[in-house]
Each structure stands twice: as C-alpha cells, then as structure tokens.
C-alpha cells in the first residue's frame, strides 16, 4: 500500500528499518460516507437531485431529503437484521433512491453492491451468491428479472421493490415489500455508526470477458480519498449541475455519488432514459453545465442533436471515459457545441479514476491539431495514482512518448486483493497491473494503446486496435467502428474493421480504405472489412470484442 507520508513517493521503497517514527498529534479519522451526506444536507440542503422517473416523469428531490430519508432506510436495515458487513444489493437505474441506498446501507455499516441489470443471467446468479447478498432492492421493470433467478439465489431474505406503496405490482418475489412503506417508519434522526478503520463500504464486480467476475470491495476510506482527489482533477466548479449517465452501477458512478454532494453540486440522472431526445431534453431543461459518460452515450446524443439542429448551450465540459474518445466525437463537441472535453480513464478496480486530461494554460495558445493530439490522450494520473509501463519481463520502459507496455498501477484507492481471493493481485511492491497496454510521456500523459488482450500481432509487430477504431471513426459515414485481430497463416494476426454506417447500409469498401491510407501505416490497414447493422457492447457499454473473434476466427485461414 501506498504510504500516508507526505512524502510517500520517495520514501516508499526504502528500507528504513529501526527508525523510531514519532506519531502526529491529530485526530484519528475513521470517515463514514454517511458523513458527506450529512455535510450537504447542513451546508447544502435546497441543492436539487433530479431523477427521471421508470415512468417518464421528472422527480425533484435535494440534499436535505436525501439526507433524511437515507437515515430512515439505514435504521429500517438496522430494524430487519441487518449488522455491519452484510452484504446488501442494488438492481436498480440512477435516481434520487439509489443514492439514498449508497448513503443508508453503507453508512449502517453494511456493503452497498450494486448490480448491473443487464448481465447474463447465469453472471447475475454467481454474483449475488458469491457475494452472499442478503438483500436485494430492486427497480420495478427489473422485477421479472428476479422472479427468474430467485430459486437459485442462496441468501435472500428480502426483495424491497423502489416504488410506492400502491404501486407494488404482483410479484411472485418471496418477502417483497415497497421501498417506500418499507423506509416509512424509519427513524429520521438516526445517528450514523463510528465505522472501523478500513471498514467496507460497497462491492462492485467487473465486467470480466473470461471466467467468473471479480468482486471489488472498496472502503469508507478509499472512497473518501477518491471523492477528493477527484473534485480536485476534473474542472468541477461549485454551481456545476451535473448530468450523471454513467450507471451507479458501475464502478460507483465515478464517485459522483461522493464528490457531488461533497461540494454540493446539482446532480441530474436520467433513470432508464438514455437515448439522444430523453438526454437533450434533460440537459436543457435542468441546465446541466457537467456531463459525464461513455463514448457510446455521447454519440447517440451527438447524433440527436446533429439530426434535430440542437445545441448543447448550457453544457461546458463533459467528461469522458470507459472507452477511447474519438478525434470525431471530440471535435464535434468542441467546433460545434463549444464543449471542452475531458478524456478520464480509469477501471472497477481504481474506483475508478487514474487519469484526467484536464486543460492546462500552455494548450490555451495551440492550434486546435496541437490540442486535440494532446486531449485525445487518456491524461496525467490523478494524485495519489503513480503509472509506471514495463515490458514482458517486467522491466520498466522510459516515458518517452513511444515505449508501449503494461500498465501498472499504485495507490490507496487501487484494490489490494479481489474479494474473497486468497492471495494479492498486486506484487510484492504493490503494482497493479491494469491489462492495458499504453505509453507514458515526458509530460506525464497517458496514452492507451489496447487492452493487452486486444492488441493485434501481425509479423512480429504490435497494431492498435483502438487507433485503428479512430481513424475509422472519422469517415463521415462511419457511426461505430470496431477492429479485431483475426488469425492469419503468415502474419499471425491482421486486422478486421466491423463498421456499423450511419444510414446502417454498407457503403464501398475502397472509400474507407481510401480514408485510412493517409491515418495509418500501410501495414495497418484492414485486410477485411465488414459491415453490420450494430457491434456486440457489454453489459457496460464495452465492445464485446471476444465475440466478434471467435465468429471470424477462421476467416484468414481458410482463405
Ligand atoms: P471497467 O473496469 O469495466 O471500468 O473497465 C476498465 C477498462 O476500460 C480499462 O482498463 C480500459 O481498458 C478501458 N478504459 C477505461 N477508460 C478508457 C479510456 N479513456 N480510453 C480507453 N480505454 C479506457
């Protein structure tokens, strides 16, 4: 683990045996996350939450509220049975109620896991018993969901349904009750538990393309520590209203959750609603000035507005990560709705933030080609994250800008071990390795190059799928490209673009390869090309490369 020194980056690996170490006379700090809630509701109490409701509709709720009823719901757990440690889950979309179940089951002392509602059912089963999820509440259109899997869910005692009281449907759910009847007669002034150092907060699983999930088991502390460094990395300002798409299933939504009401910014979440029209309208009438999301979400709004003659006029900057950002997507923000963005990355098992590219004052006086090179980079780490690339043998490479390698990451909200495992998923001197592949800078940036398992091996030579992706991108009739490395009988692996267009009909081949010749090197370009009406994504929003190797996978050798 990263040292709490100051100092911790020079000290970290020296051996300082013997030394008598004298100890700071400040308070002991063992942070609650309910204390964030409690900070906003007394610094910030009128500060609006806005959900869009399952049924369309625009919910208003605020710190305050929040505040209040996440202490109903904690000593309504506390009432049922439910003691520090246990695990209890979320199958639910982003609105005011998921937060209120961030702050009142973690803040009884009990783990928050959130559960993503669109994995494979078998995953799903795995999960909640691995995790030993005594409870689970769960968004009434994901109710038949449940009514499927509950003979082969071990630990259940209870299915609290987030609706009112009238409109609990029929459920065949054991022990199901609304959530609103069920926080109804919970004690608004509950007082939160002093939580042990280290004390387990919530439990996320990765979206893993091989075997089972991994489970990651974040702290209070590592999240109050993420929440912070974060405010301090991205251009957040104290009047930002914040358009919240990324899921508060998924890796703790960023740490908006946190970092939100720690500063007391508006939050807006667009429940089921993510499409272009829903997104737009949401942003312009909540005035939302902070986006984050993923790449694939932009695009749908990018193209509404693009279709409908709309502009992004109150939205400032938008942050965005999870998967590569685009030359395309990045200069249509910019050039046509007058966004800054941000380029983040990050993964489950960093909480998730490692980089941010925030803009520095010498970029103010690039041209924009200058600007943009520099912004498509997946950023400089964050404090607290140290990045190091090192080759197969685990040497580290030099940042010159070229040496591409494994990702290996350091610091106090990166896991130590997944949940359950036996042994450390870092080494002996605490270095994560990402399964990126990516090359570090004189400067500090970051930039991705694939994910290890990705990348394309064609004649002993390393391709990137994802350059490839965003050079393709930029054809003005390409919607979503995605590139795979398929066997090959001479080179090993070469390169097959999948394209979805944007009237979804295929369009000439030579045009795309024409378009490409200019962007990459020779050897680069894709021996096939293939178009479908949409590309396989995950459960978060990920292409599912794996599925489109395996379909293709003799397509070279049989040749
Ligand atoms: P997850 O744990 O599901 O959030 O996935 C983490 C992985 O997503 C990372 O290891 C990267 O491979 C990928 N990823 C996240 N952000 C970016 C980004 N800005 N650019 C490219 N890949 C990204």
Redesign the pocket.
Known sequence: MLSNNVASYIIYNKQDKGAIQMIGDMQKWTPNVAGIIEHAKEIHPQTEIISRLVSGEIHRSNYEKVCIRSRKLASALEKDGIKKGDVVATLALNTYRHLEMYYGISGMGAVTHTLNFRLHPEQAVYIINHAEDKIIFVELPFVPILEGLQDKLNNIQKYIVLCEEHEMPETSLNNAISYEEYIKDGDAEYKWPILDDDAACALCY??GTTGNPKGVLYSHKSNVLHAQAALTAMTIQPDDSILMVVPLF??LAWGIPYFGPMNGLKLVMPGMQMEGEPLYELIDQEDVSLAFGVPTIWMGLLAYCRENNKILSSVKNTI??????SLATLQEFDEVHDVNVI????????S?LG?TNVPTPEMQNMSKEEKYAIQLK??RPIYGVELKVVDDSGNELPKDGKSQGH?MVRGPWILQKYFKADKDAVDADGWFD???ISVLDEDGYMT?K??AKDVIKSGGEWISS?DLENAAFGHPEVAEACVVGIPHPKWDERPMLFIVTNSGEPVEKKSIIDFLSDKVAKWWLPDEIVFLKELPH?A?G?LQKFELREEYSNHYMEK
């Open positions: 990765t979206s998924h890796v965005i990560g999870g998967s590569a950002l380029h983040a990355w990050g993964m489950t098992e960093m998730p980089t997946q950023g990702l990402t399964g990126d991705i694939d994910r994802i995950g978060t990920k």
